[in-house]
C-alpha cells in the first residue's frame, strides 16, 4: 500500500504518536494490510489517502463545524468551517465550493512526497480561470483523492475566501464570507455537527506511493507551474 513501510519506520505525522504508544507498532504485515484495506465506516466512504488508528477512537463521519484560525502575523481570528465528506461526494463538493469563488482564482498545490516530517512544497498558480482550473483537477482525480501527501487550496484574494482540501481529504474554508459555502455543505446533505472530530484529531496514517509524486509534476505542468 503505497509508502506506508516509510512511514512506519519512520514514526507518524501530524502529532500522532510514536513508538510502542503506536496501534500500528506491533501489528503484523497481515494485520496491517487488512486494515488498510477498510475504507468503509457505517455510511462513510474514505478514501485511499488515510486511514484511523488501528482501534480508533474517532470514526470518520460526514459532517462539517465552525472553527477559526488565528493569524500570526496579525492576530486576526478568521472564521474557519471544517467538513468531513464521503469519497462519493467529495469531488463534486470540492469543486462547487470553488465555484463560490469567482471567475479567475489563485491555486496553491503541496506536496510531502521525499520532505522532512511536518514540511511540505507549495507551488502557486495566479490568475487562472476557475472553470480551466476544474476541468485540469477532474483529470487528476486519482491525485486529489488518494494521495495521502497532496494537498490544494484555491483562493480570491480579492473576497477573501479560500477552499482547500488537505492531505486528510478534509475540506476547510477559510474566511468571513463564506455563507455561499455553508449553503453548498448543506445541499449535498452534509450536517452541521458542533462536536464534530475529524480523523485528524487522533492517531491516523497517511498512504502513498511515488507514482503520485510524477502525477503531481503533471499536475503542475499541465496548470503552467514550474517545480
Do not use: W
Not at 516530517?117 to 495566479?126: E, N, P, S
Not at 486529489?144 to 481529504?169: S, T, W, Y
Amino acid at each position: 500500500m503505497g509508502s506506508i513501510s516509510d512511514f512506519l519506520a519512520s514514526g507518524y505525522r501530524d502529532g500522532t504518536p510514536s513508538g510502542d504508544s503506536s496501534s500500528f507498532r506491533h501489528l503484523t504485515e497481515e494485520q496491517l494490510e487488512e486494515h488498510m484495506s477498510i475504507a468503509q465506516y457505517d455510511e462513510f466512504t474514505l478514501t485511499n489517502a488515510v486511514r484511523p488508528a488501528f482501534n480508533p477512537t474517532v470514526i470518520p463521519r460526514t459532517g462539517f463545524r465552525f472553527d477559526s484560525y488565528v493569524d500570526s502575523r496579525t492576530d486576526a481570528e478568521i472564521p474557519v468551517i471544517m467538513a468531513s465528506i464521503s469519497r462519493p461526494a467529495l469531488l463534486d463538493t470540492f469543486l462547487t465550493l470553488i465555484d463560490q469563488l469567482g471567475d479567475t482564482v489563485d491555486v496553491i498545490v503541496e506536496t510531502s512526497h521525499q520532505q522532512p516530517a511536518d514540511k511540505h512544497l507549495d507551488f502557486c498558480r495566479k490568475n487562472i480561470d476557475n472553470s480551466v482550473l476544474q476541468s485540469i483537477l477532474l483529470d487528476f482525480e486519482d491525485l486529489l483523492l488518494d494521495d495521502g501527501c497532496f494537498g490544494i487550496a484555491v483562493l480570491n484574494p480579492r473576497k477573501p475566501l479560500e477552499v482547500q482540501m488537505d492531505e486528510h481529504k478534509l475540506l476547510v474554508v477559510y474566511g468571513r464570507d463564506n455563507e455561499l459555502c455553508e449553503r453548498v455543505l448543506r445541499n449535498f446533505n452534509v450536517p452541521r455537527v458542533d462536536d464534530m472530530q475529524f480523523i485528524t484529531e487522533a492517531e491516523h496514517i497517511h498512504n502513498s506511493s511515488l507514482e503520485y509524486l510524477d502525477r503531481f509534476r503533471e499536475l503542475c505542468l499541465s496548470l503552467g507551474i514550474d517545480d
